[in-house]
């Protein structure tokens, strides 16, 4: 694939930069596939656009978070703007798309295909952490509360602990979840406190996004091909139940990849998941449409 070429949309009150990965229009007619994350941008998604080399690609970073930069003053982020962001960004594009969200990304695009239909061909949701549909939800809202407040009170590292013993936890949550300090040296975290209080995946400015309620009579009504995914990895934790509990609320079939909940990944950030067998089977699922 090409070296991508990068490109800003100004929205109101913020500024997205994106990056085109082939040729726009596409040669070959399909629409391109958009890549997104929250709270994560474009960097994680390198290696999975290299891998789908037979397709342009679309990556972007969501307003605030990396290289676009917002001007109205918040610091929040909701599935809202961010799916209104997506609309502009694929109107300016000439859409409409195939889409895959990771985690955050997901929600979003929950909200944009629920607002947008016509804006998406295929949808790929791929672990939405939507805490809410959970049977044990006040047990996970009280654990991601425990989450930011030892971020809060303790720092970055603490905060981190205790969101991988989050992310970790097998089966529903319990109402002793973290009630002990989780231990950030067990992780190999830095015990001290940085005094930096906003992170946007600990401090609880992105709250709106686990506690979002999908509009389950506007996405079965949509237009739009909608595919649940979890990877096989994340069995029996919260990045499987989550998805498999809003499959069962849409009434398909939950969509198996390999890996865990960055399977996509190579070595961006230091966990990589199985980006070539991600890579492929995400072609595969595009390819049914």
Request: glycine letters at 12%.
């Amino acid at each position: 694939m090409t070296t991508p070429t990068t490109k800003t949309l100004d929205v109101p009150g913020a500024s997205i930069v994106y990056d085109v990965h082939g040729p726009l229009p596409t040669a070959d007619g399909r629409p391109p596939v958009l890549l997104i994350g929250q709270p994560m941008g474009a960097g994680g998604f390198g290696t999975l656009a290299r891998l789908l080399d037979d397709r342009t690609v679309l990556t972007y970073d969501p307003r605030g978070l990396d290289r676009s930069t917002r001007t109205d003053g918040s610091i929040t982020n909701t599935p809202q703007q961010q799916a209104d962001d997506l609309h502009r960004l694929i109107a300016e594009v000439g859409g409409p798309v195939d889409l895959m969200g990771s985690s955050g990304g997901a929600v979003t695009g929950l909200e944009l295909v629920a607002t947008h239909p016509e804006d998406v061909r295929t949808f790929v949701a791929h672990e939405p952490p939507l805490l809410g549909v959970l049977p044990d939800a006040a047990q996970a809202f009280a654990a991601e509360k425990r989450v930011q407040d030892a971020y809060h009170q303790r720092g970055w590292g603490a905060g981190m602990a205790t969101f991988i013993a989050l992310t970790s936890w097998q089966g529903e949550f319990t109402d002793d979840f973290a009630r002990e300090p989780v231990d950030p040296a067990v992780f190999g975290l830095p015990t001290q406190d940085d005094g930096g209080r906003v992170d946007p995946l600990l401090s609880g400015i992105s709250n709106a996004v686990t506690a979002y309620e999908p509009d389950v009579a506007a996405l079965t009504a949509a237009s739009t091909r909608v595919v649940v995914v979890a990877g096989i990895e994340s069995k029996g934790l919260l990045t499987w139940r989550a998805p498999s509990a809003l499959a069962d609320a849409l009434g398909v079939e939950l969509t198996v990849f390999p890996s865990h909940h960055t399977g996509f990944m190579g070595d961006e950030f230091g966990h990589p998941g199985e980006p070539e067998a991600f890579a492929a089977r995400l072609r595969e699922v595009l390819d049914a449409s």
